[in-house]
């Protein structure tokens, strides 16, 4: 079993729905990141969190601790939200980029 | 500052043949970490270096991976002899280190091919 594991593997929405991404770990962990993979291959770093909830524009990440558990939530999901979105924890004693990946979440929007 | 550069871009070789794939981190940032990214596995840390030193090398797949840091501002990932299963994305990062915000920015990938 992977230590880290994120559902919907693939989620195909319409623009302008409410969108949840999960991701679940079986480690103790320092911190969580939750980072966004263009068709293009970039990747860019969305959120770090330990705690709580951070929002960035129609963008929010959540975390429960003693669940193990995130979640990703879009709002209004727009086309260009396309991509993959990739949850990675660090499991600490050292560097935040010390990171186990789960396998990612495709998600399409479609106009 | 232009981010973290990645060369080459791409690189297709033979089995048997040297690699060598070169990152430039963030000017100030002292941590750098190589990631590997397979349809297979998806993405894997390879080595991390904090302050030009290795900290943790534990996910570098065998002997034929190395990876230097000489100074602050250049790393490079060297795969000798390069055999057809190392054909993946290498990604390099770089960050603060210490920093409880540390956030991670990566460069845009060396894509490899080993025929």
């Given at each position: 079993k992977n230590e880290v594991e994120q559902s919907p593997q693939n989620l195909t929405a319409q623009e302008g729905e409410f969108i949840t991404i999960n991701c679940s770990y079986s480690v103790g962990i320092s911190a969580l990141h939750w980072l966004q993979q263009h068709p293009g291959g970039g990747i860019v770093s969305l959120f770090m969190l330990s705690s709580g909830k951070k929002k960035h524009g129609r963008l929010i990440a959540t975390i429960n601790i003693q669940e193990k558990h995130s979640s990703l939530h879009i709002t209004a999901s727009h086309p260009r939200d396309s991509a993959v979105y990739i949850c990675a924890v660090s499991k600490g004693?050292?560097?935040?980029?010390n990171l186990i990946f789960g396998k990612g979440t495709k998600l399409s929007v479609k106009p | 500052d232009a981010g973290v550069i990645q060369s080459p871009r791409h690189e297709v070789t033979e089995m048997g043949q040297e690699v060598t794939l070169r990152c430039k981190p963030i000017s100030g940032h002292n941590s750098l970490f190589w990631y590997r990214q397979t349809m297979m596995r998806g993405l894997e840390l390879l080595i991390y270096f904090n302050n030009n030193v290795?900290?943790?090398?534990?996910?570098?797949?065998?002997?034929?991976f190395s990876a230097k840091m000489?100074?602050?501002s250049f790393s490079t990932l060297k795969i000798?002899?390069?055999?057809?299963?190392?054909?993946a994305v290498y990604f390099c990062a770089s960050s603060e280190w210490g920093d409880r915000g540390e956030k991670l920015f990566f460069g845009s990938g060396t894509q490899l091919s080993v025929l």
């Open positions: 004693g050292g560097s935040q980029g | 290795p900290i943790d090398d534990s996910g570098m797949p065998e002997d034929r000489p100074n602050a000798q002899p390069s055999e057809p299963r190392d054909s």
